[in-house]
T-cell receptor, first 107, second 114 residues
Framework: AQRVTQPEKLLSVFKGAPVELKCNYS??????LFWYVQYSRQRLQLLLR??SRESIKGFTADLNKGETSFHLKKPFAQEEDSAMYYC?????????FGQGTRLTINP | GAGVSQSPSNKVTEKGKDVELRCDPI?????LYWYRQSLGQGLEFLIY????????KSGLPSDRFSAERTGGSVSTLTIQRTQQEDSAVYLC????????????FGAGTRLSVL
């Protein structure tokens, strides 16, 4: 079965501090992992995907198949990073999402 | 070009009534997806259309839910005899349909069942 777990519903950090949003997955094949972000009053949008291996808005995420994790990291948080973040897995065509983590960056 | 368009943006209905939610995908996208975003449940897959293939309905929660896609473009999600637990934001997404394509999401329809 495909499953994505984001253990933290809420995460609050101060501006300039490092951020790590955790994501663990369960999938028997070779998964494709994504992070989607939803800013206040905006639509859900792709932040990054593991096959791109790129940094977007200072965020990176590395797929660790041994630990079945795809944690999202940023070394120095900014106030505009406050948003809802969803980790997602694609096995077949559909996306399976985690419950989401609401990140708040305090000034 | 325009993104995924959903209408209405908000819908308030009474328990027991039927509702129809509409999705206009991005032009040229052959794959279309419906998801539901509800409090405490996160984002759940509902149904997936790809070209002329039979849709993947594996996420529909009950037989009160159905969806169709006419002419390979616009899709309508219908909920019959709505219940209060159907209250949620219904999101539509589309993609080119290749196995590694990105899904682009609409702004959603917020459904409130009173």
């Amino acid at each position: 079965a495909q499953r994505v777990t984001q253990p933290e519903k809420l995460l609050s950090v101060f501006k300039g501090a490092p951020v790590e949003l955790k994501c663990n997955y369960s999938y028997s094949g070779s998964p494709e992992l994504f992070w989607y972000v939803q800013y206040s009053r905006q639509r859900l949008q792709l932040l990054l995907r593991h096959i791109s291996r790129e940094s977007i808005k200072g965020f990176t995420a590395d797929l660790n198949k041994g630990e079945t994790s795809f944690h999202l990291k940023k070394p120095f948080a900014q106030e505009e990073d406050s948003a809802m973040y969803y980790c997602a897995l694609r096995g077949a065509q559909k996306l399976v999402f985690g419950q989401g983590t609401r990140l708040t960056i305090n000034p | 070009g325009a993104g995924v368009s959903q209408s209405p943006s908000n819908k308030v209905t009474e328990k027991g009534k039927d509702v129809e939610l509409r999705c206009d995908p991005i032009s040229g996208h052959t794959a279309l997806y419906w998801y539901r975003q509800s409090l405490g449940q996160g984002l759940e897959f509902l149904i997936y259309f790809q070209g002329n293939s039979a849709p993947d309905k594996s996420g529909l929660p009950s037989d009160r839910f159905s969806a169709e896609r006419t002419g390979g473009s616009v899709s309508t999600l219908t909920i019959q005899r709505t219940q209060q637990e159907d209250s949620a934001v219904y999101l539509c997404a589309s993609s080119f349909g290749q196995s590694r394509d990105i899904q682009y999401f609409g702004a959603g329809t917020r459904l409130s069942v009173l």
